[in-house]
């Protein structure tokens, strides 16, 4: 069997559930589309893959698939969007939908209304998605449509109403950025007192499976909720028939995340955006920069909701220290750099740091060998621990 084919094959396997412990994602696919893009050997990933379904950096192990509570069709598969309910029927309904138009033409019309729940799962089912394409996993895709489904948690971008003419996103960033350093004590309050009430799961807009992470309980909420920073639509964003900046976006996330070097939260801004870019190759034209509004408003939404934002001084900083930096050393030595990070990554439990090496290296070596991509690729995290919350079992 070549490397392909036992990569194909685990890429392929139904035997886990895609979540374990109530809503953890399992992340296993994952880190094998991640290990192969850094060159692993397939019996290497697979024997990752072999440990991580025994017991995960969580301390769990993967559970075997969860029966259906209702069968999904046509007619019903918008009605169950974030319920967490029939995973396996939404898979058995999205195969059947590939098996007749083909992957490409499922995603283009079904994506579309998927968008606005894209920062479900703590993002995790977008990045299922995005990552099988990018892979050219077909049944690793069709999961990742599941999944959206499945724990879809609306962003509201039709609630967008203000305009901003910001050339840039690092010019929204800086311009959001003041606005917390200005009205941090008011905000942080705002946002302490949003996730305190928890009427929304009383009355079925959020899962009270979310309540117990606690994290992704945060982010519906606030994004539930739609603070006035959230709604902006600022001018890179706003003209559907304009070329995404894909470069600029992956400039003002990893800026972000340098800012907090090793951030478990603001890590998944980058791997999910890097989702997100390979499903707009997917989508028409004019979906894309929708999709980019879906993304911004659900990154604010991410960040917000831990009642803090980094300070526009340091962003400012960053900025000026990386916005021309490139990589103009010897080959040599950033074959070395590169080839020592990526060890490093290999070396990894956390399967969330091989993702990032393997999405910031990408970026690095298509584009102009920007400086950023490769100091954030090294800046590595650990497994967060679970809130107390875990205490109590899943909710069915």
Not at 109 to 135: K, N, Q, S
Not at 144 to 173: N, Q
Not at 246 to 274: N, V
Request: aromatic share 12%; hydrophobic share 40%.
């Amino acid at each position: 069997m070549s490397d392909r084919e036992l990569i194909d094959q685990l890429l392929d396997d139904r035997t886990y559930h895609i979540e374990f412990n109530g809503h953890l994602t399992n992340h296993s696919k994952h880190a094998v589309v991640a290990l192969a893009g850094l060159g692993v050997p397939a019996p290497r990933i697979k024997a990752y893959y072999e440990n991580y379904a025994k017991l995960t950096t969580y301390g769990f192990g993967l559970e075997p698939p969860k029966p259906d509570q209702v069968t999904i069709t046509e007619e019903n598969w918008r009605a169950h969007l974030g319920q967490r309910s029939s995973f396996w029927s939404y898979t058995a309904f999205f195969e059947g939908r590939v098996q007749e138009l083909g992957l490409d033409e499922v995603v283009r019309r079904y994506v579309p209304v998927l968008l606005p729940g894209w920062a479900g799962a703590f993002t995790h089912a977008t990045i299922h998605l995005g990552w099988a394409l990018e892979y050219g996993s077909r049944w690793m895709a069709i999961e990742g449509l599941a999944y959206m489904a499945f724990t879809y948690v609306d962003c509201h971008p039709e609630r967008i109403v203000d305009r901003y003419e910001e050339a840039t996103p690092i010019d929204s960033l800086l311009r959001v950025a003041g606005a917390w350093d200005e009205r941090r004590a008011e905000l942080k309050q705002s946002v302490a007192e949003l996730i305190a009430d928890t009427s929304p799961v009383d009355n079925g807009r959020i899962h009270p499976e979310l309540l117990r992470s606690g994290l992704q309980f945060r982010i519906a909420r606030t994004l539930d909720a739609g603070p006035a920073l959230i709604r902006p639509a600022e001018a890179w964003a706003a003209d559907e028939a304009a070329p995404v900046g894909w470069e600029e976006l992956y400039y003002a996330a990893t800026l972000l995340y340098l800012a907090r070097p090793g951030d478990f939260i603001l890590l998944h801004l980058i791997t999910s955006l890097y989702a997100v870019e390979h499903l707009c190759a997917v989508l028409p034209d004019e979906q894309r920069q929708f999709a980019v509004r879906c993304f911004w408003t659900g990154l604010l939404g991410i960040v917000f909701s831990g009642g803090d934002f980094p300070e526009r001084d340091k962003l400012a900083a960053l900025h000026e220290l990386f916005a021309d930096a490139r990589d103009t050393a010897p080959d040599a030595y950033l074959e070395q750099d590169w080839r020592q990070t990526v060890a490093r990554a290999v070396l990894e439990e956390e399967e969330h740091n091989p993702k990032l090496v393997h999405a910031l290296r990408q970026v690095w070596q298509r584009g102009d060998h920007r400086s950023l991509y490769r100091v954030a690729a090294a800046q590595f995290t650990t497994t967060p621990e679970l809130p107390p919350t875990f205490d109590a079992p899943p909710a069915d």
